[in-house]
């Protein structure tokens, strides 16, 4: 059960019948899903008018009272007069917070469900189960079940100091949190220290853990640690990281606007943390 805004988000295999409430729908092209020209979800009444003929439907659970559900239409498909078929990301300022949420759970299984028809050990179909989550091969058996990447996100800090780091793809001047994908056989802590070694050069210490936060894009949960510097200076890989750079809590470079992801918690924290002490 996920914790919406107060409100319990709670997910089920299998639709009542008959349905006892309100219905939202999601609805999506390949990864995009299908909103008003403001941003905001259609009405159920909305899509029925425009019949919509979905390929493939799944239900999500309840919101409240509300029953959720996701569909996806065909990769050609025209977006109904009024509405348009936008990226998830896009839409953070848009969206409801809680509607948002839910839609990044839908992209993915609505996705997963797609791609997973025929099983990848024998080739033959497979069918949605009833009890869980899971797609079981008619041939040999085999469960399939949605794809997750686990991903660590974290500050690396020096007293009233934090290390961030830009990716290649960010706006101009914009510098984040290093982050990067979990290896098998490997510990979340081992995870931490890795990536921020390979990533920025320096070694940590007092690995925490901080918070979560499904990351739908396209399959990750992100995992928040803090740390501290132990040693070493900033050496970057020029691949993942371009530029690196200790910033002092009273001198900040630009960042991603908003407070709806997990690396601006971590860097609030920060920040509230340091000018706490004063």
């Given at each position: 059960?996920?914790?919406?805004?107060?409100?319990?988000?709670?997910?089920?295999?299998?639709?009542?019948?008959?349905?006892?409430?309100?219905?939202?729908?999601?609805?999506?092209?390949?990864?995009?899903?299908?909103?008003?020209?403001?941003?905001?979800?259609?009405?159920?009444?909305?899509?029925?008018?425009?019949?919509?003929?979905?390929?493939?439907?799944?239900?999500?659970?309840?919101?409240?009272?509300?029953?959720?559900?996701?569909?996806?239409?065909?990769?050609?498909?025209?977006?109904?007069?009024?509405?348009?078929?936008?990226?998830?990301?896009?839409?953070?300022?848009?969206?409801?917070?809680?509607?948002?949420?839910?839609?990044?759970?839908?992209?993915?299984?609505?996705?997963?469900?797609?791609?997973?028809?025929?099983?990848?050990?024998?080739?033959?179909?497979?069918?949605?189960?009833?009890?869980?989550?899971?797609?079981?091969?008619?041939?040999?058996?085999?469960?399939?079940?949605?794809?997750?990447?686990?991903?660590?996100?974290?500050?690396?800090?020096?007293?009233?100091?934090?290390?961030?780091?830009?990716?290649?793809?960010?706006?101009?001047?914009?510098?984040?949190?290093?982050?990067?994908?979990?290896?098998?056989?490997?510990?979340?802590?081992?995870?931490?220290?890795?990536?921020?070694?390979?990533?920025?050069?320096?070694?940590?210490?007092?690995?925490?853990?901080?918070?979560?936060?499904?990351?739908?894009?396209?399959?990750?949960?992100?995992?928040?640690?803090?740390?501290?510097?132990?040693?070493?200076?900033?050496?970057?890989?020029?691949?993942e990281i371009v530029d690196a750079k200790w910033f002092h809590c009273d001198d900040m470079p630009v960042r991603f606007p908003g407070n709806v992801s997990i690396s601006q918690w971590l860097i609030d924290d920060f920040l509230e943390r340091r000018r706490g002490k004063r």
């Open positions: 059960m996920a914790i919406i805004h107060d409100v319990p988000f709670i997910p089920a295999i299998v639709a009542p019948d008959p349905i006892d409430g309100p219905v939202q729908w999601f609805v999506f092209r390949k990864r995009e899903v299908l909103v008003t020209t403001t941003g905001s979800l259609p009405a159920e009444e909305d899509l029925q008018r425009h019949q919509l003929g979905p390929e493939r439907t799944l239900y999500l659970g309840t919101f409240g009272e509300l029953h959720c559900f996701a569909a996806q239409v065909d990769d050609t498909a025209a977006p109904p007069t009024g509405m348009a078929y936008r990226d998830l990301m896009s839409l953070y300022a848009n969206v409801e917070p809680h509607f948002h949420q839910i839609a990044g759970r839908a992209v993915q299984l609505i996705d997963w469900d797609r791609t997973h028809r025929l099983c990848g050990a024998c080739g033959e179909p497979t069918v949605p189960s009833t009890i869980d989550r899971s797609r079981a091969c008619s041939g040999c058996g085999l469960a399939h079940f949605p794809r997750l990447s686990p991903a660590i996100i974290v500050t690396v800090e020096r007293d009233d100091e934090i290390l961030l780091a830009r990716s290649p793809h960010f706006p101009p001047g914009l510098y984040s949190t290093v982050a990067g994908f979990v290896e098998p056989g490997e510990s979340l802590e081992e995870c931490v220290a890795r990536e921020v070694r390979e990533e920025v050069g320096v070694e940590v210490d007092e690995i925490r853990y901080f918070d979560s936060q499904p990351w739908p894009f396209p399959n990750s949960l992100m995992l928040g640690f803090t740390t501290t510097w132990k040693s070493g200076d900033i050496v970057i890989d020029n691949e």
